[in-house]
């Protein structure tokens, strides 16, 4: 069952009460931090300055790499070409390179989870060497929709980062469970639609997020059993989608048109639409959705009914 979800108020707090002074970002003598230094020296970049973030004081490296040694994580979305050409015209317009982009090191390269679409303007533009700012802490990798903000994510893109964020993770974090990483990956229902999104990828998720919000939840399971049950949901997922896919299919040549017939199907046929609870069991729910479909009834839906669900549509991403 899904657990009860809890609203927390965030805490007031006083003007200037939080974080380090000026002069206390500048004491960053910090041995993970001389380590960074000396590896990216190695690796042909050159470190420009060293602080103390203002926030929670975590050690940070102002750094020039050599653009040939970053590259993003390979478990992110792919760049927007347009937004990468929006890029190149504004480095060239100012003649600057101004905004640092965010990376770790990982086996002699340079990962950024921030930064991709001005990595690719600048390797575009022909440029050598890029600004950084270099985290020792390789765990912020993994904290790509948390960081990324040049950019607004879709749900498909954003679903497809957390599985396969979950994939690299049950490989090299077998031990953890996927509660421990509630942070990193946001919504559960992320991980179910990724693992969907990877078999159809035409996958109208747009469609099922709601609901998949509501009965979805993150699990104690480790890793690796974590990505199986994520496949094994996508699956029910994607059977239910068949069901609709029939369904619409039959409204069509009944002569309903609208670009909102997935939604409106799936809104009809989910069980829980009208239900005021908070805990929801997730097979339960889809069989019952399973068992609405199957008893749909094309001949009582008038188009009036599609125009009066209607809304947005299912995912302006795809």
């Not at 609405?292 to 947005?312: M, P, S, T, W």
């Amino acid at each position: 069952m899904a657990k009860k979800r809890v609203v927390r108020r965030r805490k007031k707090v006083g003007a200037r009460s939080v974080g380090l002074s000026p002069t206390e970002t500048a004491q960053a003598d910090d041995p993970e931090a001389r380590a960074l230094a000396e590896h990216i020296a190695e690796d042909g970049g050159v470190v420009l300055a060293r602080y103390r973030e203002p926030f929670g004081g975590t050690p940070v490296l102002l750094a020039t790499l050599p653009i040939d040694r970053v590259e993003p994580t390979p478990y992110q979305r792919d760049p927007s070409q347009p937004h990468v050409k929006r890029l190149m015209t504004v480095v060239e317009t100012l003649g600057r390179f101004l905004d640092p982009i965010i990376t770790v090191r990982q086996d002699a390269a340079y990962w950024t989870p921030n930064g991709n679409h001005r990595l690719q303007a600048m390797r575009k533009l022909g440029a050598r060497s890029l600004v950084a700012l270099v985290i020792p802490d390789p765990e912020i990798a993994f904290k790509i929709l948390a960081l990324n903000t040049e950019k607004a994510h879709n749900l498909k893109e954003k679903s497809l980062e957390t599985i396969r964020m979950l994939r690299a993770m049950a490989d090299s974090r077998s031990a953890r469970t996927e509660r421990e990483f509630v942070f990193e990956f946001d919504q559960p229902a992320f991980l179910t639609l990724g693992a969907a999104y990877e078999q159809r990828a035409r996958l109208s998720g747009g469609a099922y997020h709601s609901l998949l919000r509501r009965i979805d939840d993150f699990l104690d399971e480790r890793l690796p059993r974590a990505l199986k049950e994520r496949e094994r949901r996508a699956g029910l997922v994607l059977g239910i989608d068949d069901e609709v896919g029939r369904i619409v299919d039959r409204l069509k040549k009944r002569g309903l048109t609208s670009p909102y017939l997935r939604p409106f199907v799936v809104a009809r046929i989910n069980p829980i639409r009208f239900s005021t609870s908070t805990a929801f069991d997730f097979d339960d729910v889809l069989k019952r959705m399973e068992k609405n479909a199957a008893k749909f009834n094309v001949d009582k839906i008038r188009q009036e009914d599609v125009v009066r669900a209607g809304g947005g549509p299912a995912d302006d991403g795809e």
